[in-house]
């Protein structure tokens, strides 16, 4: 038994200590544009890029205002804002109208409803395509109809996009979180997502690691149409990993950011708020196979509980390299709390989060199939057609 706990913990230890001592190295070299020096205007000789600000929506009735008076408000010139009212059954549709019609929005601001949707198509990558489609502009820009953007924003992205140059640029949002379990599942998730994706290595292109966020993805307009549109990702759930995915393979430069609260957004309520959320994109995350399910789950158990279980009942020195494991997990959330209002003590539910993200993982696995697939806002996408449409 001695034997199977060095080997045990020493895995353990070495993913661990290897992935903080790799974050510790890579993370500070990534760029914060909401630093005084990105506060300026882009450096073009012909005047400041166009911008096309792209905004699906579909019964977002409670936040897309807020959201579209918010983009009306940029201290960016040249840009243009196309939102899509994707079949809402709500007064999403009339909302945007409303706002559309407002002084501010004069020349700025478009709407475009779409009634049905075609087939072999996802309502939101179907509804980002479409809005492309109409866009006259160098730079595209998706993010989410609940991301709330700070009048400066936009601008410092783009002087950083010109300034490196880079073709795709991501910018991390704040997540505001008003509830423990809030703070507890989004601290394991980037804990995980750190783990699983190396941030700091996507600007090398020696590497595979590549990056894409939903609140905010700005590619430019030849990248994007290079990879194919979102036509080619016209199935895709993780469609935001995966534009990413396909723009860093065609070679181009990938860039993703931080900015403190240029933008924000309250992803969930609450920790099953969060588990809901997530039981949509887990198993599409795992290509809808239920053996990667299933050893995923086993994974997420010996990775993130072995450590806990090790260091408090193995004794002697085969406890050592559990210690070493578990440290090095506390360090990446005193690291984390740096960038995010969650305390580094939130550490201590680390189990109980495990728990809860490896209940997903299964509870994800199932519900599809026992749809059939994946019900999104009220539409089910059948899951033969996920897997074929799968980037």
Known sequence: MIYFHWIAGGILALAWF???????????????????EWDRQPATQ???????IIVPARNESADIEAALTRLLALDYDNYEIITVNDRSTDETG??????????????????VHIKELPPRWLGKTHAMWSAAQQ????????????????????????AY??????????????????KPGERMMIAFFQTLFMFGHRPWKVADPKTDDHMGVGAFNMVRRKAYESVGTYERLRMEVLDDMKLGKVVKKAGFAQRNVFGEDLIS??????????????????????????WRALISCAGLIFLNLAPFFGTAFVHGWSRLPYVIALSSMLLIYVGM??????????????????????????YSMLLTYRQGGVVWRGTLYPLDELKKGLV
């Open 18 to 36: 290897s992935r903080i001592v790799d974050a510790a190295l890579g993370m500070p070299k990534m760029v914060d544009i909401s630093l005084p």
């Open 46 to 52: 012909n005047g400041d890029p166009r911008v096309a």
């Open 94 to 111: 009339a909302i945007m109208d409303r706002v559309a019609a407002s002084p501010a929005a004069q020349g700025r601001l478009k709407v």
């Open 135 to 158: 866009a006259t502009s160098e730079w595209l820009l998706f993010t989410d109809a609940d991301v709330m953007f700070k009048p400066d924003a936009l601008r410092r992205a783009v």
């Open 161 to 178: 996009g010109e300034a490196e140059p880079a073709d795709h640029v991501v910018l991390f949002p704040k997540m505001i979180m008003t």
């Open 265 to 290: 957004i309250h992803w969930a309520k609450g920790a099953m708020g969060i588990v809901d959320n997530l039981t949509k994109n887990f198993f599409a995350v795992l290509s809808y196979q239920w």
């Open 337 to 362: 709390s740096k960038r995010s209002a969650i305390p580094p003590y939130y550490f201590v539910l680390h189990p109980v989060s495990t728990t809860l993200f490896s209940y997903t993982v299964l």
